[in-house]
């Protein structure tokens, strides 16, 4: 992942957790549902029985953990979980999954080696040992197999088996494979990290093909791994992302029995970021892989704090920094105190790898809430990180984003590049592009999950066949036919080849009130609360069929800690306003394009909102026939809404939204309907709202002040100058800041507009300066001066224009009436400088 260049420290979050928005069962997390933490998995209530006395249907929290299911259950001393992965390609998606990946295959994940250099296999060090590679192919082999084995694309196929061929010829005697470079790259150590998404490749390989080679490849991988020293373990990015070596040690351990492999689990854990104790990393992407480790070590230590751990790891995150609809974090690079606005965004990488997490998370834990945080990314934020083509993708993509272009972002995103703009990215932003290709083809396969008790459980829904042993072994098949998440029903048809007893499992989403079931047609005494998983266990015949009916209600969710602005949901679909969009190609060729995307109607909404639901009508429209659902043109359900434009709410000089302000919003304009459609479906968008109310009342929304200055370093925030935010310090890294980095012994300057003239008579500045660990102090002078007219003027009658450390320096002057002042500095020899807050009154 590209990092900050920056002459300071790292980033250190200290903002308190904020208040807690909803309860559920004691717990609270972003996004209205809660995450249990008691007990490694449920257990089933009280069943009820059918008129026929043939079916038993119960309300549970899934089946409880065991050895027992046909498909490699975790072996003692592990505990016992409660699902087990299917196969890769037991799951054949149907309907809008499979377009999504048809236009995977033809789009930057199936083809990215036509353009990527870091996929070109005769120079590759995953192939050629005594070549360079490090994570790109890894990542973009791990989705390319696994998106060959859910859609059975011969070509996809045929490029996965000769990259898998030609690694596993690269293992050495020690057990050792790929790149040597990377033998000693990190202080004379190991790099271990980017094995790790090329064991989950060689594991999805093996559990498609057979292939009998992947355990011992993978014995003597580890055992090399189990060799080394424990501070190999807490290095670079691999120190963040042990939770993924666990996971292959326990596939291992559980087809070898091989003891040493829990040895080495405890090293990995024991080794590694401590995220059992608190969160080491504010990294968007180490923690969406990184917040589940404790859980997973503890399946192997068999105790609640760890299980516990990895539930408040997720409280905490979300509390912090998701508090806006569509399941992400803000997490453009690293989560910081005072960005977590939902203008904010969260990595392509990281949607990807939360909601790998969230898979796995079900399987260990039977948890529903775990699933429905995976659909609500999977159905609203991930749609959104790619063009319509999936054929460019972007670093970036947030909840609020009105303008898609290829400029830097000053008062928004932390690196010193462009992020929203969609491109190839082959040598930018490049984990992404080759790192996302996973993302729908696991959920493919995470759609079905076996049981211990020997059968199914629909826990994804959507129009797919899936073909698994239940029961006593006997192979069947069920279709689910369904338009979910667009529709309400899933129907579920059974193909046995004779009369099949095992017990199916339906998972009733947290949101969904008043669920029903029918077999037959038939309504079945089961309870379907919300937030369970409904058991229905029978013997099966061929032809038989169940309809689940999982009624869609429009609500909103108001997030308090974000101004108290709301977002609009519909079962798992997350609306956002329809603005107009122009889709420019700036670079590129037609076939693999650089796209901006540019706002054509108005963005500048606030909601107003009646009683209940009466604020929303639900438009069912007709779209062609194999219409992209996750576009304009194609969503098959929108929303009517009513709102009033809030006109102060503004774009800043760089095209970018405007931070929320305090709702309800005053607006003098006229109330009038707009349409919202689905999250996924917006490349522009307004997701997370302020609201408003008929007539004059609500708050007054306040026009922020623009900056500009003769140079910016590309990770601060000209909104740093007069954000509030007050420093602890001089040194003070806590908070956004302003620097001329890496400009030094200069004269630089920078300006505010308050956007009204005013009577100023006083400059206070609280400068920058990190000695002892960067290159910023305080300057050797400074000055303040005024536009008249288009005339600049320094201020008459100024006292000292102070540069002391740790407070605001003021000054006063002859009172002038402006409305752009600048702050001009003479930076000191050799080094450059900045502002943590710049302050002007009367």
């Known amino acids: 992942m590209p990092r900050e260049t920056s002459p300071h ?60 299911g046909h498909y490699v259950p975790n072996r003692a001393p592990l505990q016992p979980v409660p699902f087990q992965k299917l196969p890769p390609g037991a799951v054949r998606p149907r309907g809008w999954l499979r377009q999504q990946l048809d236009l995977q295959v033809n789009g930057l994940c ?16 995953w192939v050629d040992p005594d070549k360079w590679a490090w994570e790109e192919l890894p990542y973009w082999l791990r989705g390319l197999g696994d998106l060959g084995y859910v859609t059975g694309d011969e070509a996809t196929l045929a490029k996965a088996d000769r990259w898998i061929q030609g690694i596993l010829a690269t293992q050495a005697p020690d057990g050792w494979f790929g790149p040597d470079a990377l033998r000693t790259s990190l202080e004379g150590g190991p790099d271990f990290w980017p094995g790790m998404p090329l064991l989950g490749a060689l594991r999805s390989w093996q559990e498609y093909s057979g292939d009998d080679r992947i355990v011992p490849f993978m014995t003597k991988y580890l055992a090399f791994q189990n060799r080394q020293p424990s501070e190999v373990f807490n290095r670079s990015w691999g120190a963040f992302r042990w939770g993924d070596n666990i996971d292959s040690a326990y596939w291992l351990y559980n087809r070898t029995g091989d003891e040493w492999l829990l040895d080495l ?42 299980r516990d751990a990895t539930y408040r790891n997720y409280r905490t995150v979300m509390q912090r920094y998701g508090q806006f609809a569509g399941g992400g974090f803000a997490g453009d690079e690293n989560c910081r105190p005072g960005f977590g606005d939902p203008r904010q965004g969260f990595e392509t990488c990281g949607i990807a790898e939360y909601m790998h997490s969230f898979e796995m998370l079900t399987r260990f834990t039977g948890d529903i809430n775990w699933t429905d945080r995976c659909e609500e990314l999977a159905f609203n934020m991930l749609p959104a990180a790619f063009d319509a083509e999936q054929k460019v993708t972007h670093y970036i993509t947030s909840a609020n984003s009105i303008q898609l272009d290829d400029r830097l972002k000053h008062g928004q995103f932390q690196n010193a590049f462009p992020m929203q703009a969609y491109k190839p990215a082959v040598h930018e932003y490049r984990c992404c592009p080759h790192n996302y290709g996973m993302a729908w083809p696991y959920l493919a396969q995470e759609m079905w999950l076996a ?65 029903t079931v029918k077999l037959g047609g038939q309504p079945l005494p089961v309870k379907t609360e919300p937030g369970s998983w409904a058991k229905v266990e029978r013997q099966w015949s061929d032809g038989d069929r169940i309809t689940l009916h999982l009624p869609m209600r429009t609500s909103t969710r108001r997030w308090k800690d974000n101004h108290d602005s709301v977002s609009v949901d519909r079962g798992p679909l997350t609306y956002s306003l329809q603005i107009g969009e122009r889709v420019e190609r700036f670079a590129g060729t037609p076939e693999w394009p650089e796209l901006a995307v540019h706002p054509e ?62 709702s309800p919003a005053r607006s003098d304009a006229d109330v009038e309907p707009v349409t919202l459609i689905p999250m996924g479906a917006a490349r522009l968008r307004i997701t997370s709202f302020p609201t408003t109310v008929p007539g004059m009342g609500g708050k007054p929304w306040q026009l922020v002040p623009r900056a500009s200055a003769s140079h910016i370093f590309g990770g601060d925030s000209y909104e740093a100058l007069y954000d509030g935010r007050l420093p602890s310090s001089s040194a003070d890294t806590s908070i956004p800041r302003f620097t001329w980095w890496d400009r030094r012994g200069s004269v630089e300057w920078v300006q505010l507009d308050l956007r009204e003239t005013r009577e100023i008579s006083r400059a206070s500045v609280y400068w920058f300066d990190d000695t002892g660990f960067g290159q910023c102090r305080v300057p050797d002078s400074w000055r303040l001066l005024w536009l008249d007219g288009s005339t600049w003027r320094p201020v008459t009658g100024a006292g000292t224009f102070g540069t ?17 002042l600048r702050v001009e500095a003479q930076l000191k020899p050799d080094f450059s400088g900045g502002i943590l807050e710049v302050e002007f009154d009367g």
């Open 601 to 662: 109607t108005p963005w500048n909404y606030g909601l107003v909102l009646g009683d209940g639901n009466d604020a929303f009508d639900v438009v069912q429209r007709s779209v062609d026939p194999g219409a992209n659902p996750f576009t304009h043109d194609g969503a098959p359900i929108q929303l009517r809404a009513r709102a009033k434009r809030v006109a102060e709410w503004e774009a800043d000089n760089e095209d970018v939204v405007g931070l929320l302000q305090p």
């Open 451 to 515: 049981t211990s008790d020997n059968g199914l459980a629909a826990a994804i829904y959507g129009a797919n066949d899936v073909t698994a042993l239940v029961g006593d072994g006997t192979e069947v098949s069920v279709r689910q036919d369904t338009e979910y998440p667009f529709d309400e029903l899933v129907t579920l048809t059974v193909s046995a080849p004779r009369p099949t007893r095992f017990p199916l499992y339906l998972r009733i989403p947290g949101w969904a009130d008043d669920a």
């Open 265 to 306: 689990v405890t090293k990995m854990h024991e080794g590694s970021a401590d995220y059992t104790n608190g969160i080491p990393t504010w990294h968007n992407v180490n923690l969406a892989q990184g917040f589940r480790e404790p859980l997973q070590y503890g399946l192997l230590a068999g105790e609640q704090r760890f």
């Open 804 to 820: 002391a450390l740790d407070r605001f320096n003021t000054v006063g002057f002859d009172a002038v009436e402006a409305q752009v």
């Open 9 to 68: 420290h790292p980033h250190d979050p200290t903002t308190p957790v904020v208040d807690r928005r909803r309860f559920l069962g004691g717990v609270a997390v972003a996004g209205g549902a809660a995450v249990s933490a008691s007990g490694w998995a449920g257990s089933a209530s009280a069943a009820s029985t059918d008129p026929a006395g043939s079916t038993t249907a119960r309300s549970t929290s899934g089946p409880a953990p065991s050895r027992g």
């Open 110 to 125: 199936g083809r990215y080696d036509e353009i990527s250099d870091f996929l070109v296999y005769e120079t590759n060090g």
